[in-house]
């Protein structure tokens, strides 16, 4: 028989990851060995309810990027619960279906200073408020909103990369580099599927 999960505090980070990129990496993982999380969960956002109609890789590409990424490193797992939920990824939706399978863990909610300003239009907002720490991280442009309006919100000054996967996805139709900007395996698998080209 299986042993039921310790309890513990698990960071989630949403993206579209299209790809995965360093810059996401050095984020988890300073998350992950520098604050009070045990770990940090990459979730793969299938679609993002504000980012509707985008071109993206397919989700299993997308996913299977992500392993590679993080298949190493024991704080870091990639997440493919929203991939099985219905279509916009709510976060609300995905937190109550991690919290069924996980009901011993503890979620943490790891956004950008971007997209704290946007999360009361998210559904559920005064939920996710109310039952979640909020971990945020500066992002390069993003005016911090009043912290005043979410007290479970903590920021968290992170080293961040400025680099994006737009610029990823650029720099591969151009057939600029992408040594180091994401993992060596993963550019591999970018180049020998001749994504983004
Ligand atoms: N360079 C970076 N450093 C730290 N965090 C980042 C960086 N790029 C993205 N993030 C964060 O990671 C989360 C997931 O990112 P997402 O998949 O949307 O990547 P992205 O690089 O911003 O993508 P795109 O360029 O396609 O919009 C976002 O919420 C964003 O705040
Ligand atoms: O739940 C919502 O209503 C909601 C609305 C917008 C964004 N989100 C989450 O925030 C993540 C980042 O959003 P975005 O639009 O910056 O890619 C996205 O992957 C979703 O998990 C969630």
Redesign the pocket.
Known sequence: MSQPDASKRVGL??????P?????L??AEYFATRTDLAEVWLVV?PQ?PF?VG?ELLSDTARLALLQLAVVDNPHLRAESIELRLPRPSYTIATLDALRTQHPTYEFVLL??A??LAGLPRWQAADRIMRELDLYV?P?PGATLPDLAAFPRARVVQ?P??????????ASIQTGQSIRYLVPAAVEQEILTQRYYQ
């Open positions: 980070l949403f993206g579209s990851f299209n995965v990129h360093s810059g996401h050095i984020l956002s993002s980012k985008e956004m950008g971007d997209n991280y992002r992170a961040l990369l400025d680099i994006s996967a737009t610029f990823i996805r």
